[in-house]
C-alpha cells in the first residue's frame, strides 16, 4: 500500500515543506485537496508529530516530483518516477479524510481503496 | 482560483480521420477540442438519461458537434475527462439532454492523453457514477442565453472517455458545462476564444 515508506513515521523538515509548498503553488492551480493535505502537513510539523501513511506518502512524492521537475523532466515524467521510486499506489497520496472532504472530487476507486463507504 | 494567461495551440492536425486541436494551458494542462468533428468513440449504452430544459425556443438550422478531453496535473495526482456531444435541432420548442450511460468495463481508450503518457488507464464510455454530474453540468450551462443560441432540439452526449485515477464528479461536471459552451460557439471562433471557455469553465 505504502511501498517503501510502510510502516514507518518520518519528522517532517520545515525547508522540505516549503520545497513541496512553492512547488505546488507555482506548478498547479488551487487545488482544494492538496491545502487541505499542506495543512496537516503544517500542523504535524508545528505539533512536532512524526507523519506516516498517505501524510508520508504526499510528502516524499511531492518533495521527489519538485526535484525531478527542477532537474528538466515533464511533470509526466517526475510524477511516474515519483511514485516508482517509492512503490506507493497512485491512491496512496491523499488522506481519506481530505478524500472525505472532498468527495466530489475523487472516484470510487478512490473510496475503495481506502475502505470509505 | 489563479487565472491562467498563458495558452500554446498547436495547428489543426488530424487524429484517425478526425480534425481536432490540441491546446496547451498553464500549470501543465493540456487539452483536445473538437469542433463540429468529435473523436470516434464507440460504447455500448447501458441507459438513456434524459433531462428538458427552456421552453418556447425557435430551432435553428444544422446539426452541432464538440468535444473536449482535459488532462489537469494538480501534483501528487491529475484530473481527466473526455466527454462529447452533438446538437441536433427539432421543432419541440425545447432542448432535451440525454446522456449515454455505459457500464465500466468498456474497452482502453488508448489515444487519451492521460494513456499515452502512461499515467492512467482509460477506458471509453460513461459509467453512471458520472452521470449525475454530466447532467447538472450541461443543465448549468444551458442558460437563457446558450439556450438561445442553440435553440430547440437534442443535446446528447454520445462519446465519453473516464480515467481510474483521474476521473471524478467535479471534473464531468466542468467538461460537461464546457462542452454545452462549445456547442454554442459558431465553429468559425478562434483558439483564443476556445481557451477562454476552457478556463472559464473547467479550473474552478
Not at chain 1, 492538496?34 to 498517505?54: E, F, H, P, V
Not at chain 2, 448549468?140 to 432540439?153: D, F, I, K, M, R
Request: charged letters at 20%; glycine letters at 6%.
Amino acid at each position: 500500500m505504502f511501498g517503501k515508506l510502510n510502516q514507518q513515521e518520518f519528522a517532517i523538515n520545515l525547508e522540505k515543506l516549503e520545497v513541496i509548498k512553492n512547488h505546488i503553488k507555482n506548478n498547479f492551480y488551487d487545488y482544494k485537496p492538496n491545502l487541505m493535505m499542506l495543512d496537516r502537513l503544517q500542523i504535524a510539523l508545528d505539533n512536532n508529530q512524526k507523519i506516516s501513511g498517505a501524510d508520508a506518502s504526499f510528502y516524499f512524492h511531492e518533495l521527489r516530483e519538485a526535484e525531478l521537475m527542477k532537474s528538466g523532466l515533464s511533470y509526466h515524467q517526475a510524477h511516474q518516477q515519483s511514485l516508482q521510486e517509492y512503490e506507493v499506489s497512485p491512491f496512496s497520496v491523499y488522506h481519506p479524510d481530505v478524500i472525505r472532504a472532498y468527495p466530489d472530487e475523487f472516484n470510487q476507486n478512490w473510496k475503495n481503496y481506502w475502505g470509505i463507504t | 482560483m489563479r487565472l491562467l494567461d498563458t495558452t500554446q495551440q498547436s495547428p489543426t492536425r488530424i487524429m484517425g480521420d478526425r480534425i481536432m486541436q490540441n491546446i496547451t494551458l498553464d500549470f501543465h494542462i493540456q487539452a483536445r477540442v473538437w469542433l463540429q468533428e468529435h473523436p470516434q468513440i464507440i460504447y455500448s449504452a447501458t441507459d438513456l438519461i434524459e433531462r428538458e430544459v427552456g421552453s418556447g425556443l425557435e430551432k435553428k438550422a444544422g446539426d452541432k458537434r464538440a468535444a473536449l478531453e482535459i488532462l489537469i496535473p494538480v501534483g501528487p495526482r491529475f484530473l481527466y475527462g473526455l466527454l462529447g456531444a452533438k446538437f441536433i435541432p427539432n421543432d419541440s420548442g425545447k432542448i432535451v439532454v440525454q446522456i449515454l450511460v455505459s457500464t465500466t468495463e468498456e474497452a482502453d481508450y488508448k489515444k487519451s492523453i492521460a494513456s499515452e503518457q502512461h499515467l492512467d488507464t482509460v477506458r471509453v464510455g460513461l459509467p453512471r457514477e458520472y452521470s449525475n454530474s454530466v447532467i447538472e453540468g450541461a443543465l448549468q450551462a444551458l442558460n437563457p442565453q446558450s439556450c438561445t443560441e442553440l435553440g430547440s432540439g437534442i443535446l446528447r452526449f454520445d462519446q465519453a472517455a473516464w480515467g481510474e485515477i483521474g476521473s471524478s464528479n467535479k471534473i464531468f461536471r466542468q467538461i460537461a458545462a464546457t462542452v454545452v459552451q462549445l456547442l454554442a460557439l459558431n465553429s468559425d471562433k478562434n483558439q483564443t476564444q476556445l481557451t477562454e471557455i476552457i478556463k472559464a469553465y473547467t479550473y474552478n
